[in-house]
């Protein structure tokens, strides 16, 4: 092993002040060596190999799952951590009730204590990666360092990394500095600190997902969110999806549904047989980047090249698409084992599990044999229906954005929001049932705005701000939905088939946008009547219908107090368009 490390990069074009930066952390770190990461191919495959030697990773049953590898997390770091999570803003306001807020300088000298000397022993690797195409003007650059060699895997799976994205950041001199360890993986000394204003992250004790790999959710989204509203655009945790109907026409929606509700499914959704002509192609699965266009409309960009999803419930029948992707090259976290070396989670049909999660022989008294918040890491490339237009550097135009959550009562399958304003109402009062995805109760239900409250980088009250002005410079500005595809019955059972059959929701809501399909005017906004859907081979129960498609006036005012309880957090930064559209809504239902 080099007994120093080696500061220059073996790369073509170095940024200098990357350089410097690695050799800072470095000496903070003390790593026994210093990799600069290229993104080839040859990379990956080193590391991974080295890393099936070393016991890190398993290889899958090879003629069944070729190229795919299981990585097991430690049992006490197997999802995303809002607890530890940081907005360190100078000013706390800034951060605001939606945050968990410390002083920069605090929060700089507490993870310098932690991250001094932790790379003793260890390799400190170098990526630099892009978030966005990389002849994108909308793509944004960032370098991690990390101790982690599986978080090495992911970002090259992830993000476009290596070599291109050093050059991009030697031209353009700007990018987020990532510094992340795992440390000793102990829960108590585990932060995830944001950094805004320098364009910092510094993250320390976890190796999983949203804490680790810090392109996502803590570049992606906590940082980007506050450049986005600097310059005028949006970072949001949604999918993009391209729509053709039948005769031919082309349209891009966006979804934001909290962690662990759907965005991945919808975003390769497979047409149900009943509906013949239509096609769907996945722009990005989690995030997106919107910027207001010349013409008027909103433009998206998909920041990731990957998926990182989750893997219970996906088969043959809830999403083909996703099942047949992550038959190759795809690298599992946290899922159970077959006696054949193939991976297995509660929803896969074939085979049954011998170990589990925790590598441990599977007995169904010590839970489910997969993790809830098992993953796969994939590469955008290996899905089937991958849209051509992924990789424009332009982007995509937004005909419709959609919010929505996990409520068993009160949110009906659909409805349209009257204009932006009040759409941007709809959005702030996203509630949902918490997941698996976030370290945690899940089940409970809580205000998750616009499906960012673990995500948005600054004061909640700013950020619905910033969406009144972005709308008011859209002047084809799509129209605004919520969703809801997990209504339940007395028994507990989806009242809705959701997945495919999504489709004829989202049909619904193209046509509004074209030619005007018809729809009820109700207080809380439009909804179709059942007539108004493509029912076509539909199977669901008219008691189920009446259900979906119902305004509970009785429930829907206790929503709205309890909405307007929910925005009084935020004072006098509050916009009053919001408690205006409110108070709109309050009025309606009498
Ligand atoms: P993150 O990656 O955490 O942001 O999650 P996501 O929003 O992409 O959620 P995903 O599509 O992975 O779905 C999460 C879980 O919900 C999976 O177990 C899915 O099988 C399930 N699910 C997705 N869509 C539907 C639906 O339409 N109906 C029902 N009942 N379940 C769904
Ligand atoms: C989410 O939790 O919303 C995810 C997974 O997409 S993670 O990358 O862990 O944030
Ligand atoms: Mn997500």
């Known amino acids: 092993m080099a007994t120093a490390p080696h ?20 000496a ?10 290229d993104g080839s191919q040859a990379e990956v495959r080193e590391l991974t190999a080295r890393l099936v030697r070393e016991r890190e990773l398993h290889q899958l049953n090879a003629e069944e799952f070729p190229g795919c ?10 999802a995303r951590v809002e607890h530890v999570t940081y907005v360190c803003t100078r000013s706390q306001e800034d951060a605001g009730p939606n945050n968990h807020w410390m002083a920069p300088a605090e929060a700089h000298d507490k993870m310098r204590a932690l991250f001094s000397g932790c790379m003793r022993e260890r390799t400190l690797y170098v990526i630099p990666y892009c978030m966005g195409p990389l002849d994108s003007p909308y793509a944004r650059c960032g370098v991690e360092i990390t101790d982690s060699p599986y ?15 050093l050059e991009r950041i030697a ?11 795992t440390g000793e993986l102990d829960p108590a000394r585990r932060f995830i600190m944001h950094f805004p204003e320098e364009l910092g992250i510094e993250s320390f004790g976890s190796g999983y997902g949203g804490n680790a790999l810090l392109g ?18 949006l970072a949001e945790h949604m999918l993009i999806v391209g729509l053709t109907n039948p005769q031919g026409e082309t349209h891009y929606l966006a979804a934001a549904f909290p962690s662990a509700c759907g965005k991945t499914n919808l975003a390769m959704l497979i047409p149900p047989q009943s509906m013949p002509g239509w096609k769907v192609e996945t722009v990005g699965d989690d995030i997106a980047w919107l910027h207001p266009g010349p013409d008027g409309r909103l433009w998206a960009v998909n920041p990731e090249a990957g998926y990182f999803g989750v893997v219970p419930g996906t088969n043959r029948d809830t999403n083909r698409n996703a099942f047949d992707m992550i038959r190759r090259d795809t690298l599992f976290t946290n899922v159970a084992l077959t006696a054949d070396d193939e991976p297995w989670w509660e929803g896969r049909k074939k085979f049954t599990p011998v170990l589990d999660w925790k590598g441990q022989p599977y007995d169904p008294k010590n839970g489910p044999a997969a993790h809830p918040n098992s993953r796969f890491t994939v590469a955008a490339r290996n899905n089937p229906i991958y849209s051509p237009r992924a990789d424009d550097p332009r982007g995509v135009p937004i005909s419709a954005l959609i919010f929505g959550g996990r409520r068993r009562e009160v949110a009906p399958l ?17 509630a949902s049932e918490t997941t698996a995805a976030a370290v945690g109760q899940a089940g409970v239900v809580r205000r998750d705005p616009m499906a960012m409250l673990p995500f948005c980088g600054y004061n909640f009250a700013d950020y619905w701000r910033h969406w009144l002005e972005v709308g008011a410079k859209l002047t084809r500005a799509p129209k605004i939905y919520h969703v809801n595809w997990f209504r339940r019955d007395a028994q507990g059972r989806f009242l809705w088939p959701g997945y495919g059959e999504n489709l004829r929701v989202l049909a619904w809501m193209l046509d509004r946008c074209t030619v005007g399909a018809g729809a009820t005017e109700t207080p809380i906004g439009s909804l179709p009547r059942p007539a108004d859907l493509n029912m076509n081979g539909l199977d669901v129960t008219s008691e189920a219908l009446a259900a979906l498609f119902s305004v509970d006036r009785t429930l829907w005012r206790q ?21 205006q559209e409110l108070a709109v809504t309050q009025k309606l239902l009498g």
Not at 28 to 37: D, G, Q, S
Not at 151 to 165: D, E, H, P, Q, W
Not at 559 to 579: C, K, Q, T
């Open 171 to 181: 031209r353009e001199g700007k990018f987020v500095r990532g510094l992340h360890s």
């Open 69 to 78: 590898y299981l990585y097991r997390s430690d049992p006490n770091d197997v």
């Open 151 to 165: 978080v090495v895997l992911n970002m090259a799976i992830m993000t476009r990394s290596g070599r291109a994205a």
């Open 7 to 26: 500061l220059i990069a073996p790369l073509p074009l170095i940024s200098t002040e990357v350089a410097a930066w690695v050799e800072s952390v470095s």
């Open 216 to 233: 996502k959710k803590c570049h992606a989204l906590r940082i980007a969110s506050w450049q986005a509203r600097q310059e005028g655009w």
């Open 28 to 37: 903070l770190t003390r790593p026994r060596a210093v990799h600069w990461c």
């Open 559 to 579: 929503e709205v107090a309890e909405i307007g309880d929910y925005f009084s957090r935020y004072g006098a930064r509050l916009p009053a368009e919001l408690l």
């Open 414 to 430: 659909v409805y349209e929001a009257r204009n932006w304003q009040h759409g941007v109402l709809v959005g702030a009062s996203v």
